[in-house]
């Protein structure tokens, strides 16, 4: 591959803005073209410009794309660029059912066309500081853990404001925002073996769930819960969103909203990232992807390896339907 590679971004709306921020701050990467319906919008992206993905893919020698669109896009643009045989980077949620998630996997792997899924929160800093200290063993054998995200965006008339789609999705919370911390806990604990979830609207102005609890047991009996709504700032607030606790049998390591890490209440790392979204977690998971494309290395959030997070999202959404536990077996079929 060249030392800089050439991409272009299908999409340049309100989280792809995060995206060309932190392209521009990879020394390995030029976007070379941005494709969106409105022009105006993509000549803030990228020099060369298109209305459609199609016409952008036929024209541009592409290393390869960022999709940062909405979700009922994902599998129609996926296969534009198996098609060509260009690497893909693809926004969460993968696809808006569990058939479509496997089809979209499924139209990569069959070209050996590579996809990962663009799932930053794992490559939050304070995050990648906890997985650190539970590898090395700095609290023991892992017992349970806790998250609790909160953001008041989801009041009134016009919940949602930055992302107004979001009223009208068929699956909101789970689906949007809690999605991250179900893939942080297998980031940090392994798989997932099952998920019991209560959830419930209570803004009438959107169509889905703004209110959810979920409980996950994985394959090592490690428990742990994660609790949202969008009602509430954080307190303190800061770019973790909300706060998490981790517990294991010789003490506990615990991140507030500010992004700092205590260890049993002692503070070990303190947060001083203040370039990029959040922990600078967009530029660290698109710098792993460029990484990988280069060296060849497996993606962490690979279409295969990510169906894992968006089956623990299927069982949530079907637990709380169904009022029972699920076990990912029933979404993965037996042999997974």
Known sequence: MSAVLKGGIIGCGFFAERHIEAWRRIPE????????????????????????????????????????????THLPLVRLAVERRIPVICQKPIAPDWAGAVETVNAAESSSVRLMI?????????????????????????????????????????????????????????????????DTAR????????????????????????????????????????????????????????????EGELGTLSIQGTGDVYRNNVLVWKNDVTAGYRGDSVRATQAHFIACLKDGSPFESAGRQYLRTFAAVEAAYRSAAERRCISLSEILGPSR
């Open 29 to 72: 990467v030029e976007i070379v073209a941005a494709a969106d319906p409105r022009l105006d919008r993509a000549q803030r992206f990228a020099n060369r410009t298109y209305r459609s993905a199609e016409e952008m893919l036929d024209r541009e020698p592409l290393e390869f794309v960022d999709i940062v669109t909405r979700v009922e």
């Open 118 to 182: 663009h799932e930053n929160w794992r490559w939050q800093a304070w995050y990648r500081v906890a997985h650190e200290m539970i590898a090395r063993g700095d609290i023991g054998s892992p017992i349970g853990y806790g998250f609790r995200t909160r953001t008041r965006d989801g009041m009134g008339d016009e919940p949602y404001p930055k992302q107004p789609y979001f009223r009208q999705l068929r699956r909101c919370l789970i689906d949007e925002a809690l999605v991250h911390h179900i």
């Open 187 to 246: 980031f940090l604990f392994g798989e997932i073996d099952s998920v019991y979830a209560q959830a419930s609207r209570r803004n009438p102005n959107i169509a889905a769930e703004d209110q959810a609890i979920l409980v996950l047991t994985h394959e090592h009996a490690v428990h742990g819960w994660i609790d949202g709504h969008r009602f509430l700032d954080p307190n303190p607030d800061g770019p973790a969103m909300g706060d998490a606790f981790f």
